[in-house]
């Protein structure tokens, strides 16, 4: 079975496709564990493009 899960920022809630608007979610996800740790994925990602040397303006 086919499901996208999202995060939504608003209401800080794991929901399934058809939740909040898209514009307050980040997604989607194969699972509901991999929404629920959207926010971590984020800051991981942030801080790899911070360490990026491509991404560096100096």
Known sequence: ???????CI???TVERKFGCRITNRIGPFQ???EAANA???V???NEAWDED???KDD
């Open 31 to 33: 699972t509901k564990e």
């Open 10 to 12: 608003e209401h800080k």
């Open 1 to 7: 079975m086919d499901e996208e899960w999202y995060y």
């Open 43 to 45: 800051e991981e990602r």
């Open 53 to 55: 040397p491509k991404w």
């Open 39 to 41: 926010l971590e994925k």
